[in-house]
């Protein structure tokens, strides 16, 4: 057990790695039953080399048997092969096997580095376990998931890498995920390649891996995307003889229901248009399903939209593209051929110029500004508090009026606006709320506007419905907008991720990574790193410094109602860590208190920094959750048939009696000829005058111009009248 101690030099500013390693050392659990082998709180650079771990007591599901290989805590440390100093010897890898959680890594903070390589587990429950982790590295490791006879029951899911909450910045690539269990019998025997749940919304990736004979191959659950799309990125995975390659799940609350929201699923673009360039598209392998109730790719209709761009499929036996898919649009370039060498290159062993990558850091943060700017001045008209006030606050004599503000905003309505305009049902009857969302392309993506658009108490007809989500085959200002802050936004955060893991690995000048570290925090107009500052203060119990970056980042940056509410958790956790940090009695009741109050808030970095406190004290227990396709259920799609076929129909216009507006509801599919609809006054003169275009829709008439009486809405086919409705308009 190694408990919290840093070596400093010069001085208590520069934090050194500790000196202790495990060369192959062999841990077996038969008799006894330790909790954990190995015991890291509050230690960094500590090397596990060609050592092995295994657990060979019996499963007992219950919290306060859980076995662990290695158990972190607020730590950093290394896991590899052991290179033997003669090159004709192998290397020895360390070998983890038959544990709860082979590796379980959690922090309360920011913490040291963490790289897990060239290392075999086994048939362990979970792998390995990070929750709240930064910029971890898991390379070139083997992870057989599950082994045909296994000592856990079918009902226990088995997942080889399991990154929780806020565990972001990760390079995961080159490992292989494997079971020995009947390709029949994975439906029955759960076991996952990769899970990822809530890891935030930064650009992260899953790149290059291996997947064979899994029940899902990966699976990510909850918010791992933010608003604008940029989020978790799936390239270059070969997958084979897997039952659901990809699955992609929303996080259900306290009733079993699913969380919904701008940020739950996955990064909006998989890979993206070629354009010649053969990485830029996502690059993966899919296994070949035989049983047709089977997906490539399954996205929850509840997670937000997701556009996947494979490469050409003739001219190579690899299955690039996805199929089939649930609830994904699937867009093949057919000008890049695939060729893995070409378009998945390795990432490894190419090395880091802090130099170039500070200079990409500064043009990327310029368009990041650049397009923020933008969409802040086109959305909503740069007011969305205002206009969305108008809309809450209209009323039915205000119809034609606001569908027209709304339309002048289009297409950079935001979502907030055009929930609220659904709402307005007494105001905006369907046939508004048709042209406004029709006029903004990214409504039929947003799985929270179509919710709305589903509860409204008069529904929407199916041909409307179809006419909207027409949105979903194409991308409109607004999100063609978003979509390049997006990627300026990715290369940022790639670029920051490199950065930071080169001095945190480089412990040759320990304390010019550490000067370099805090100076990159400091002079970058980005929020997380001046959280990451204020870790850093706590760490050398600079509380001055500490406190003094806490107050200043409401100051530097326009936080939004969210980061408001997470600052305000930060300040609190803060209070607390510093407290606990120079408090040498146990943590008192207040204090834990405080900590589960912080805990609630789970969407949150320091809810789960919190949580973690309060599990590393076994106060409290927690359960990740696990996500896995119902398979003997169809999945309801978010596709729609946008060739509707409808009953013969009678005109309708409504409402009747009319003030400002007036809606004309017509059919006419039984019909190829044009057809003009006439509005006559009661002597019979013609007043206005229509073509009709659709073959099944509603037209908005605006009758401000006419005056109070009795009219006439006639319809003409080939000059021959075949309907007449009488239309009373009172003002």
Same mark, same amino acid.
């Given at each position: 057990?190694?408990?919290?101690?840093?070596?400093?030099?010069?001085?208590?500013?520069?934090?050194?790695?500790?000196?202790?390693?495990?060369?192959k050392?062999?841990f077996?659990?038969?008799?006894?039953y330790?909790?954990?082998?190995?015991v890291?709180?509050g230690?960094?650079g500590i090397?596990?080399?060609?050592?092995?771990?295994?657990?060979?007591?019996?499963?007992?599901?219950s919290?306060?048997?859980?076995?662990?290989?290695?158990?972190?805590?607020?730590?950093?440390f290394?896991?590899s092969?052991?290179?033997?100093p003669?090159?004709?010897?192998?290397?020895?890898?360390?070998t983890?096997k038959?544990?709860?959680?082979?590796?379980?890594?959690?922090t309360?903070?920011?913490?040291?580095?963490?790289?897990?390589s060239?290392?075999v587990?086994?048939?362990?429950?979970?792998?390995?376990?990070?929750?709240?982790?930064?910029?971890?590295?898991?390379?070139?490791?083997?992870?057989l998931?599950?082994?045909?006879?296994?000592?856990?029951?079918?009902?226990?899911?088995?997942?080889?890498?399991?990154?929780?909450?806020?565990?972001?910045?990760?390079?995961?690539?080159e490992?292989?995920y494997?079971?020995?269990?009947?390709?029949?019998d994975l439906?029955?025997f759960?076991?996952?390649g *990769? +899970? $990822?749940n809530?890891?935030?919304?930064?650009y992260?990736e899953l790149y290059?891996?291996?997947?064979? !004979? %899994?029940?899902? /191959?990966?699976?990510?659950?909850?918010?791992?995307r933010?608003?604008?799309?940029?989020?978790?990125?799936?390239?270059?995975?070969?997958?084979?003889?897997?039952?659901?390659?990809i699955?992609?799940?929303?996080l259900?609350?306290e009733?079993?229901?699913?969380?919904?929201?701008?940020?739950?699923?996955?990064a909006?673009?998989?890979?993206?248009?070629g354009?010649g360039?053969?990485k830029?598209?996502?690059?993966?392998?899919?296994?070949?399903?035989?049983?047709?109730?089977?997906?490539?790719f399954e996205?929850d209709?509840?997670c937000?939209?997701?556009?996947y761009?494979?490469?050409?499929v003739?001219?190579?036996?690899a299955?690039?593209?996805?199929?089939?898919?649930v609830? *994904? +649009? $699937?867009?093949?370039?057919?000008?890049?051929?695939?060729d893995?060498?070409?378009?998945?290159?390795? !990432? %490894?062993?190419? /090395?880091t110029?802090p130099?170039?990558?500070?200079?990409?850091?500064?043009?990327?943060?310029?368009?990041?500004?650049?397009?923020?700017?933008t969409l802040?001045?086109?959305?909503?008209?740069?007011?969305?508090?205002?206009?969305?006030?108008?809309?809450?606050?209209?009323?039915?004599?205000?119809?034609?009026?606001?569908?027209?503000?709304?339309?002048?905003?289009s297409?950079?309505?935001?979502d907030?606006?055009?929930k609220?305009?659904?709402d307005?049902?007494?105001?905006?009857?369907?046939?508004?709320?048709?042209?406004?969302?029709?006029?903004n392309?990214?409504?039929?993506?947003?799985?929270?506007?179509?919710?709305?658009?589903?509860?409204r108490i008069?529904?929407?007809?199916?041909y409307?419905?179809?006419?909207?989500?027409?949105?979903?085959?194409?991308?409109?200002?607004?999100?063609?907008?978003?979509?390049?802050?997006?990627?300026?936004?990715?290369?940022?955060?790639?670029?920051?991720?490199?950065?930071?893991?080169?001095?945190?690995?480089?412990?040759?000048?320990?304390?010019?990574?550490?000067d370099?570290i805090?100076?990159?925090?400091?002079?970058?107009?980005?929020?997380?790193?001046?959280?990451?500052?204020?870790?850093h203060?706590l760490?050398?119990?600079?509380?001055?410094?500490?406190?003094?970056?806490?107050?200043?980042?409401?100051?530097?940056?326009?936080?939004?109602?969210?980061q408001?509410?997470?600052?305000?958790?930060?300040?609190?956790?803060?209070?607390?860590l510093w407290q606990m940090?120079?408090?040498?009695?146990?943590?008192?009741?207040?204090?834990?208190a405080?900590l589960?109050?912080?805990?609630?808030?789970y969407?949150?970095?320091?809810?789960v920094?919190?949580?973690?406190?309060?599990?590393?004290?076994?106060?409290?227990?927690?359960?990740?959750?696990?996500?896995?396709?119902?398979?003997?259920?169809?999945?309801?799609?978010?596709?729609?048939?946008?060739?509707?076929q409808?009953?013969?129909?009678i005109?309708?216009?409504?409402?009747?009696?009319?003030?400002?507006?007036?809606?004309?509801d017509?059919?006419?599919?039984?019909y190829?000829?044009?057809?003009?609809?006439?509005?006559?006054?009661?002597?019979?003169?013609?007043?206005?005058?229509?073509?009709?275009?659709?073959?099944?829709?509603?037209?908005?008439?605006?009758?401000?111009?006419?005056?109070?009486?009795?009219?006439?809405?006639?319809?003409s086919?080939?000059?021959?009248?075949?309907?007449?409705?009488?239309l009373?308009?009172?003002?």
């Amino acid at each position: 057990v190694f408990y919290p101690y840093k070596n400093f030099y010069p001085t208590v500013s520069y934090p050194q790695e500790n000196w202790s390693s495990f060369y192959k050392a062999g841990f077996t659990n038969d008799h006894v039953y330790p909790h954990s082998q190995i015991v890291f709180n509050g230690v960094d650079g500590i090397s596990v080399k060609g050592c092995s771990f295994e657990n060979l007591l019996p499963y007992i599901n219950s919290p306060l048997f859980t076995t662990r290989a290695i158990n972190s805590y607020n730590s950093g440390f290394r896991v590899s092969e052991l290179t033997m100093p003669d090159p004709d010897d192998p290397s020895i890898p360390t070998t983890i096997k038959g544990f709860e959680q082979g590796i379980y890594a959690i922090t309360d903070s920011y913490s040291g580095y963490i790289h897990i390589s060239t290392s075999v587990f086994e048939d362990n429950e979970r792998g390995i376990y990070l929750c709240g982790i930064s910029n971890p590295a898991i390379v070139q490791n083997e992870f057989l998931v599950r082994t045909k006879y296994s000592k856990y029951e079918p009902d226990i899911p088995l997942i080889g890498l399991y990154m929780d909450a806020f565990t972001t910045g990760f390079t995961v690539e080159e490992n292989t995920y494997y079971s020995t269990v009947g390709y029949t019998d994975l439906k029955e025997f759960d076991c996952a390649g *990769i +899970t $990822v749940n809530n890891t935030g919304q930064n650009y992260n990736e899953l790149y290059n891996n291996y997947f064979d !004979n %899994l029940t899902v /191959g990966i699976a990510a659950g909850g918010e791992n995307r933010s608003s604008e799309g940029d989020g978790l990125c799936i390239k270059c995975n070969d997958f084979s003889n897997c039952l659901t390659d990809i699955y992609v799940a929303p996080l259900l609350n306290e009733n079993n229901e699913p969380i919904t929201g701008p940020t739950i699923g996955i990064a909006e673009l998989q890979g993206k248009p070629g354009n010649g360039e053969t990485k830029n598209l996502a690059g993966n392998t899919f296994s070949n399903l035989s049983d047709p109730n089977l997906y490539n790719f399954e996205k929850d209709i509840n997670c937000e939209y997701t556009e996947y761009f494979h490469h050409d499929v003739e001219g190579t036996d690899a299955k690039v593209k996805p199929l089939p898919v649930v609830n *994904i +649009t $699937v867009t093949e370039d057919n000008e890049s051929e695939y060729d893995k060498e070409l378009a998945c290159p390795s !990432n %490894l062993g190419s /090395g880091t110029d802090p130099l170039v990558e500070k200079s990409t850091l500064s043009a990327e943060l310029l368009q990041i500004i650049a397009y923020t700017d933008t969409l802040n001045t086109e959305v909503d008209g740069g007011n969305t508090d205002q206009l969305n006030l108008d809309v809450s606050t209209s009323n039915p004599n205000q119809t034609i009026q606001l569908r027209q503000q709304l339309l002048d905003e289009s297409p950079y309505l935001s979502d907030t606006v055009m929930k609220s305009a659904i709402d307005k049902e007494n105001v905006l009857p369907n046939a508004v709320i048709r042209d406004v969302l029709t006029a903004n392309p990214q409504s039929a993506k947003s799985v929270e506007v179509i919710q709305s658009l589903d509860n409204r108490i008069v529904p929407m007809p199916d041909y409307m419905l179809s006419e909207v989500m027409q949105g979903l085959n194409t991308f409109g200002a607004k999100e063609v907008l978003e979509q390049k802050l997006a990627e300026h936004r990715t290369n940022y955060i790639r670029s920051f991720k490199k950065i930071e893991r080169y001095y945190q690995s480089d412990t040759s000048d320990q304390a010019a990574s550490v000067d370099s570290i805090v100076s990159l925090w400091s002079n970058q107009a980005h929020l997380e790193s001046k959280y990451k500052l204020a870790f850093h203060y706590l760490s050398i119990n600079d509380s001055s410094n500490l406190f003094n970056e806490l107050h200043n980042i409401p100051v530097d940056f326009d936080l939004s109602i969210k980061q408001q509410n997470s600052h305000d958790l930060y300040e609190d956790l803060f209070g607390i860590l510093w407290q606990m940090n120079n408090d040498t009695t146990q943590i008192d009741s207040t204090q834990i208190a405080s900590l589960i109050d912080i805990s609630d808030d789970y969407m949150t970095a320091p809810g789960v920094y919190a949580l973690n406190s309060l599990i590393n004290k076994n106060i409290i227990h927690y359960n990740e959750p696990v996500y896995f396709p119902e398979y003997l259920k169809s999945s309801k799609a978010d596709s729609y048939n946008f060739d509707i076929q409808n009953k013969e129909y009678i005109i309708s216009v409504f409402p009747n009696p009319a003030g400002d507006y007036c809606i004309i509801d017509f059919d006419l599919s039984l019909y190829e000829a044009d057809a003009i609809l006439d509005i006559c006054d009661s002597y019979g003169h013609k007043v206005s005058s229509f073509s009709l275009q659709n073959i099944h829709s509603q037209k908005i008439i605006s009758l401000t111009a006419f005056s109070s009486g009795v009219y006439f809405v006639t319809l003409s086919i080939n000059n021959s009248l075949k309907e007449s409705h009488k239309l009373i308009i009172t003002k």
